[in-house]
């Protein structure tokens, strides 16, 4: 033993790399990670790569820093329960693998928007998005990702703890747009006024929430308050808002959207929900299924058909009722590819009841209340969603770096870097593609959006989420049998590639998506002009 010092806060000791080597056996076990020295002495028997990995020659006693990350992720060590086996530091070697302190972003390339790397430019963001951004990652690393990992594996809803702290910073709020049910609000503690909130301090949001890995949670993290709410501050009466609106964005109450029905997925105008009239009351009867948060939701948005027995084509009758949880209504999760904790809902209305002002917008305009709500759900989905795909862009990065196989990092093979080329590339575009789309969301009325990027809406979530499963598809190659392991090195790519066909369905099918962006670009089609 060469020295005693205070290195951070706890008393180490430093050793010699010749000390270390004479521990290499049963009993008296130690290796070295990155200059830290580890006994293992008791631990080999409980290693869960086995205690022969251990003991081999190569290990026992010696430097094991590229063996051990090539098996195991950097937060192996970081957990209390192995961090406490390091018992000092070499003598003379600095640890170079530190974690990244909260808040912080990547340095790994391409693993953040370019606007985040330090010199390069946007005209998108200005120092306020910055340190919007600085706050909201480190929120979300120290109050949300714990939550994340934990409610993604037992499959329970996300905390209530967390949700009042998210509630505290009006994060649910912030999440439904800009917009008047964020005045006199104190947004992220502060850092910008409800005045200056615009549609990227809402895109950071949605980037921090597409970037915890965990698909399920990402939903269960309100999204149906995301979805489910907006008809009820754009239709609802004065008095069903002020009732409804601060019970939701305190997290004293949750909401769902339930519009889409084992009869009609895409086809919302199929449904086969009824509402009839008793007095001052809706009757509602029918079924819903998918419904997110729906199994632990207070309130129910609900698309119905008032008009029983008219052809399923006509509108008249089409109306949209927010109708709060009782007796009458069941709600039954259901088990999917994504953690329940998601919320995930098979919803009855059996004769439940509702006051007549609860109806969002008129009767016969229901269509309207839904289809208004789409154009910002399957933004929000592209943003959570491209995400998600750079975050997998990070992994396979730092994988194909530190995993060496033919006695060469991965990123030594041609077919490798052409993999990676690709992912690269699509997340770039996707991210310009948004970005322009978001300035575009700024600078027009929700009308004029609708009338003039609704179609490219639709294609952008169609490239996003195809892109996706491309991307899903490489990475998972890249990480081989880990790929398909849902702990471990590959468990953001397990989760990543189990998952993405969801962002490929939910708020409408990229097939009709992609579909609904042609249909609106050949209705624009000038008559005037030929060949
Ligand atoms: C302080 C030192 C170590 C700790 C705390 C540790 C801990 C772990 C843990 C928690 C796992 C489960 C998988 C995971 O969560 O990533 C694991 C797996 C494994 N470890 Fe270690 N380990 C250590 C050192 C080593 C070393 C030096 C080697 C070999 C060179 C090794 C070889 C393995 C292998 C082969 C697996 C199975 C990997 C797989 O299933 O993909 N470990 N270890």
């Given at each position: 033993?060469?020295?005693?010092h205070?290195?951070?806060?706890?008393?180490?000791?430093t050793?010699?790399?010749?000390?270390?080597?004479?521990?290499?056996?049963?009993g008296?076990?130690w290796?070295?990670?990155d200059?830290?020295?580890?006994?293992?002495?008791?631990?080999?028997?409980?290693?869960?790569?086995?205690?022969?990995?251990?003991?081999?020659?190569?290990?026992?006693g010696?430097?094991?820093?590229?063996?051990?990350?090539?098996?195991?992720?950097?937060?192996?060590?970081?957990?209390p329960?192995y961090?406490?086996?390091?018992?000092?530091t070499?003598h003379?070697?600095?640890?170079i693998?530190?974690?990244?302190?909260?808040?912080?972003?990547?340095?790994?390339?391409y693993?953040?928007?370019a606007?985040?790397?330090?010199?390069?430019?946007s005209?998108?963001?200005?120092?306020?998005?910055?340190?919007?951004?600085?706050a909201?990652?480190?929120f979300f690393?120290?109050?949300?990702?714990?939550?994340?990992?934990?409610?993604?594996?037992?499959?329970?809803r996300?905390?209530?703890?967390?949700?009042?702290?998210?509630?505290?910073?009006?994060?649910?709020?912030?999440r439904i747009?800009?917009?008047?049910?964020?005045?006199?609000?104190?947004?992220?503690?502060?850092?910008?006024?409800?005045?200056?909130?615009?549609?990227?301090?809402?895109?950071?949001i949605?980037f921090e929430?597409?970037?915890?890995?965990?698909?399920?949670?990402?939903?269960?993290?309100?999204?149906?308050e995301?979805i489910?709410?907006p008809?009820?501050?754009?239709?609802?009466?004065?008095?069903?808002?002020a009732?409804?609106?601060p019970?939701v964005?305190s997290?004293?109450k949750?909401?769902?959207?339930?519009?889409?029905?084992?009869?009609?997925?895409?086809?919302?105008?199929?449904?086969?929900?009824?509402?009839?009239?008793?007095g001052?009351?809706?009757?509602?009867?029918?079924?819903?299924?998918?419904?997110?948060?729906?199994?632990?939701?207070?309130?129910?948005?609900?698309?119905?058909?008032?008009?029983h027995?008219?052809?399923?084509?006509?509108q008249?009758?089409?109306?949209?009722?927010?109708?709060?949880?009782?007796?009458?209504?069941?709600?039954?999760?259901?088990?999917t590819?994504?953690?329940?904790t998601?919320g995930?809902?098979?919803?009855?209305?059996?004769?439940?009841?509702?006051?007549?002002?609860?109806?969002?917008g008129?009767?016969?305009?229901?269509?309207?209340?839904?289809?208004?709500?789409?154009?910002?759900?399957?933004?929000?989905?592209?943003?959570?969603?491209?995400?998600?795909?750079?975050?997998i862009?990070?992994?396979?990065?730092?994988?194909?770096?530190?995993?060496?196989?033919?006695?060469?990092?991965?990123?030594?093979?041609p077919?490798?870097?052409?993999?990676l080329?690709?992912?690269?590339?699509?997340?770039e575009?996707?991210q310009?593609w948004?970005?322009?789309?978001?300035?575009?969301?700024?600078?027009?009325?929700?009308?004029?959006?609708?009338?003039?990027?609704?179609?490219?809406?639709?294609?952008?979530?169609?490239?996003?989420t195809?892109?996706?499963?491309?991307?899903a598809?490489?990475?998972?190659?890249?990480f081989?049998?880990?790929g398909?392991?849902?702990?471990g090195?590959?468990?953001l790519?397990?989760n990543?590639?189990?998952?993405?066909p969801?962002d490929?369905?939910?708020?409408?099918?990229?097939?009709?998506?992609?579909?609904l962006?042609v249909r609106?670009a050949i209705?624009?089609m000038?008559?005037?002009?030929r060949?």
């Amino acid at each position: 033993m060469l020295e005693t010092h205070k290195s951070t806060s706890a008393v180490k000791t430093t050793f010699t790399v010749e000390e270390v080597a004479q521990h290499n056996k049963p009993g008296d076990l130690w290796i070295i990670i990155d200059a830290k020295v580890y006994d293992v002495s008791k631990f080999v028997n409980l290693h869960p790569g086995g205690a022969g990995v251990l003991l081999a020659k190569n290990v026992a006693g010696k430097d094991a820093t590229e063996a051990f990350f090539g098996l195991h992720r950097h937060e192996v060590l970081l957990k209390p329960q192995y961090a406490r086996l390091q018992i000092g530091t070499v003598h003379g070697q600095e640890e170079i693998i530190k974690p990244l302190a909260p808040g912080q972003p990547s340095p790994v390339p391409y693993a953040e928007p370019a606007w985040l790397n330090p010199g390069f430019h946007s005209p998108y963001y200005n120092d306020k998005h910055r340190d919007f951004q600085r706050a909201v990652r480190k929120f979300f690393e120290e109050v949300v990702y714990p939550d994340a990992v934990r409610h993604e594996e037992d499959g329970k809803r996300i905390s209530q703890e967390v949700v009042d702290k998210l509630c505290e910073m009006n994060i649910p709020a912030m999440r439904i747009g800009p917009g008047k049910h964020l005045k006199g609000r104190t947004l992220m503690g502060g850092i910008i006024t409800p005045e200056e909130f615009d549609h990227f301090h809402e895109l950071i949001i949605n980037f921090e929430v597409g970037r915890l890995g965990t698909r399920g949670y990402v939903d269960g993290l309100l999204a149906g308050e995301v979805i489910g709410l907006p008809p009820v501050l754009n239709f609802g009466s004065p008095e069903l808002q002020a009732k409804v609106v601060p019970e939701v964005l305190s997290g004293k109450k949750f909401i769902c959207l339930a519009i889409s029905e084992a009869f009609a997925g895409s086809d919302v105008g199929g449904l086969q929900t009824y509402a009839e009239r008793d007095g001052d009351e809706w009757v509602i009867t029918g079924t819903k299924k998918w419904i997110t948060n729906g199994t632990f939701a207070d309130y129910f948005t609900v698309a119905c058909r008032s008009d029983h027995g008219t052809p399923p084509d006509t509108q008249n009758g089409y109306v949209v009722i927010l109708v709060p949880r009782q007796d009458a209504i069941s709600t039954k999760s259901i088990k999917t590819a994504y953690s329940s904790t998601a919320g995930t809902s098979y919803v009855t209305f059996d004769g439940a009841r509702a006051p007549v002002a609860n109806t969002l917008g008129k009767v016969g305009n229901g269509m309207q209340v839904v289809l208004s709500n789409f154009n910002h759900e399957r933004w929000m989905i592209v943003c959570t969603s491209l995400s998600a795909q750079r975050r997998i862009v990070e992994e396979c990065l730092k994988w194909t770096t530190q995993r060496v196989a033919f006695g060469k990092p991965l990123h030594a093979q041609p077919v490798v870097r052409a993999r990676l080329a690709n992912m690269i590339a699509r997340v770039e575009a996707g991210q310009n593609w948004l970005e322009f789309v978001t300035y575009q969301m700024n600078n027009m009325s929700y009308q004029e959006q609708s009338d003039k990027i609704a179609g490219t809406i639709g294609l952008l979530k169609q490239y996003i989420t195809r892109t996706g499963r491309e991307t899903a598809e490489d990475a998972t190659l890249l990480f081989g049998g880990r790929g398909i392991t849902a702990s471990g090195m590959g468990k953001l790519i397990e989760n990543y590639h189990r998952t993405s066909p969801y962002d490929a369905i939910l708020g409408g099918s990229e097939d009709v998506l992609g579909d609904l962006g042609v249909r609106q670009a050949i209705k624009k089609m000038p008559k005037d002009i030929r060949l």
